[in-house]
Structures are given as C-alpha cells and as structure tokens.
C-alpha cells in the first residue's frame, strides 16, 4: 500500500496554486511559506487529509501581514488604552495612505526646496488654538513633558502639588518620568489641599517651572483645594500645564475637563497635551505656549529623539481639519439615536435571545474620570462575549450581570452592520 503521506502537496507546489499565490502577493512568501509548512507537518501527522492542505492554508492564512487586527469597540469606554485609544476618522485614514508612500514632509513642492517638516499639521494645530503663540508636535505627552523637564528646568526644580503625582498606566508615573532628566521634583501641598501660597514658598533660584498636572484618572474629592492656573501665572516662573485629555476649546459634556485655549488664557507658559484622547487624532503630545519658548523646546537636541513620523503629521492635521472625529461623534451622538440602532439590530436578531437595556458609558483613556454617558446596549448571552472577541474582526464587550453587554456609543453606526452580521454567526 502506498504511504498516504507521499500524497502531500510540496512545498512549491502549494505556493504555485492561484490562489496562494495570490496571498503571497499581499503577505508576503516568507509568511505563507511559513503556514504552508505548519499545514504540511499536521498533514504528515495524520490530522489533515493531504488533499485538503491548500484549503486548510487558504483558511490559516492571516488577514493582513501585521498581527494587529481590527476590532469594534462595543465596551462603552470611549478611549480605550488597551484597544488603541482614538480610532482615526476616515480622513484621517485617507491622509496615512497618502502619506504612505514618499511624500512632501520636508519639501516645497513649488520651489523645489527644504521646507518645514510638518508644516500643514503645525499650521492646523495652531488655527484650532489660536492663543497659542507656537504649538509643537512630540510622540506623546510623555514626551511632551519629557522635553519641558529637560529644555526648562535642566539640573533644577520643577514645583508639584502632592495632590497631582500621577500614575499614568502601566506602571508608569509623572514624578518618575520628569526626575529621570535629572531635573529636581519640588513636592508641595497635601494629598488633598495645596494653596497658591505653597507654591510661593517653593520658588526661588533653582526652579525651573511649576508643574500643573489634570488629575485625568482619579478624583479627589471632600475636603480639598488646589490653586487655579491664574494664580500659579502670577508667581514669576513659568508655569506648564499638563491637561492630559486633549480637549481644544471646552466641552459642553465635559465642564470639569481642562482645555488647551482656557489654560493658555490663565496663564500657562507652556500646555501639554494627548493627540489620541478627546481630541480623537493618532498617538502624540501637543505643545501649545510663547512662542519664544515653543522654540526652545523645539530647538532642543532632545526634541529630534522625540519627534513624530509623517503618519502621525498627517493623521493630525486631517483630524483637526477634517469632519468629526469618531471619539467626538461618540461624545455628541444622542441617545435616540443609540436606541434606533439597538432596536433594528436586535430586530435583525431573529432567535436569538437579544434584547435592548440602557447602560452607561465612560470617556476612559484617563480622561473625566466620574463622567457618566447615558447611552444603549444590546444584551445577549455571556456565552457571546468569547465568541465575539475571538471572531473576525474581533467584537469587544463587557460582561454585566451575566450577559454579554454591546454599548453602541462607542460603535461606529458605519460597524453597525459588521456587529450584526458578527452576531448571527456565534447564534
Ligand atoms: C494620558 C495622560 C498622560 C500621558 O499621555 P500619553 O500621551 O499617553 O503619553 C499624561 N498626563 C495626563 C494628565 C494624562 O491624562
């Protein structure tokens, strides 16, 4: 009897087929390569029938040669750190293709010359905040602060309030991002209560700026005080404000969230902020300030090691000049509009044991913390909640009293369709 595993497609015979070959293509031969051997191994093992090894790899194969994949943000959490923060707006996505390729970042087209790296997103950022005297792009607002330690107080102090040293995520804190420049943290002030006058008390010769970070993931509440940004302003030292969120101009949802034109109405010298939170736009840390010191932080040999990408640029300015954010049509979206997308998807439903519940959605992100957003959710079963995740493209809930929950404030009303086909699936 001849050995079945001699009727094993070869390697090259497989990647020849049309249709592998076509996945090549797009993949890339090293990574369907790769699937085609695993197929060839289970095959030899017994477990896959030789004359299915093609179909197998055909449904093996990766939808696209990254391992990130797209997910529908059904959990309620508006920016969610762990599903990448903001989803780009359709233009933003339209800007990253073009900027792909090779494209003018640093060059004027019209004259054949060098031209100011970014200068479209610089000029967009500053027409949206147009107290600002210059604006800066960094990778983050890590960075961002990163760079104001080591441009503004270099082997000096920078005055904080106890009541605002924040841990960010993963471990990661203000305190120890802005002392690993060498650059001295000044505390002041209690947990709950710092006045404008310890602030005063701090300052002398050695300091470099005052610190005034947004408790963007915590509150403090009960007996408590802080000083406004117009009383640090009026201390003699610059005065940075970390507003964290992102917010331009203030939010009529959001009155306690901080924003870049009111702060720099205060006071503040320089303010940091998110591209990826409130304002909806890629991963970076926005600088908005005097113009003259803007430049200093620019012009410092650390600002090019904190420097963001043509993606990034070109994601950012077609967020602040293209339609709506996603983030923002999430904030702004009515809640009757919530409940007629709930009620034609469970309609669509039929058999399955769906139904239509309020619930209540979050900003996240470390963004207004106590917030809460009226919204609507589909109810199904928790057993949904796996089958969701683990599908393509992935669906992410949240579990509640035993039922899978999918609140469509921060669903996109263009995924409405991908959700309902994606739950008649696992039905
Ligand atoms: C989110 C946040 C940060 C960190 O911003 P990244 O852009 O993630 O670096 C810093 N400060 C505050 C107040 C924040 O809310």
Known sequence: MPDPRRAIPRTDAVLAEPRVAKAAGTLGRDLVKAVVIEVQTAARQGEIAPGDVVDVVLARLPASAASLRPVVNATGVVVHTNLGRAPLSAAALDALVAAGGATDVEFDLATGERARRGRGALAALAAAVPDAGGVHVVNNNAAALLLCALALAPGREIVVSRGELVEIGDGFRIPDLLASTGARLREVGTTNRTSVRDYAEAIGPDTGFVLKVHPSNYLVTGFTSEAALGELAGLGVPVVADIGSGLLA?????????????????????????????????????????????????????????????????????????????????????????????????????????????????????????????????????????????????????????????????????????????VRRCG
């Open 250 to 422: 203030p939010h009529p949802l959001l009155p306690d969230e901080p924003d870049a034109a009111s702060a720099l109405r205060a006071g503040a010298t320089v303010v940091t902020a998110s591209g990826d939170k409130l304002l909806g736009g890629p991963q970076a840390g926005l600088l908005f300030g005097a113009a003259d010191v803007v430049e200093r932080l620019r012009r410092h040999p650390a600002a090019r090691a904190l420097r963001v990408d043509k993606l990034t640029l070109a994601a950012l300015e077609a967020t602040l000049r293209g339609p709506k954010a996603p983030v923002r049509e999430a904030l702004d979206v009515s809640a009757d509009s919530l409940q007629r997308r709930a009620d034609l998807l469970v309609r669509a439903w039929d058999g399955i044991d769906a139904r239509v519940v309020p619930s209540v959605a979050a900003v996240g992100g470390g963004g207004a913390p106590g917030v809460e957003l009226p919204s609507v959710a589909v109810s199904l079963p928790a057993r949904y909640a796996g089958a969701l995740r683990t599908g393509e493209p992935a669906v992410v809930g949240r579990i509640e009293r035993d039922r899978c929950l999918l609140d469509l404030r921060t669903v996109r009303p263009e995924e409405d369709a991908t959700l309902r086909e994606a």
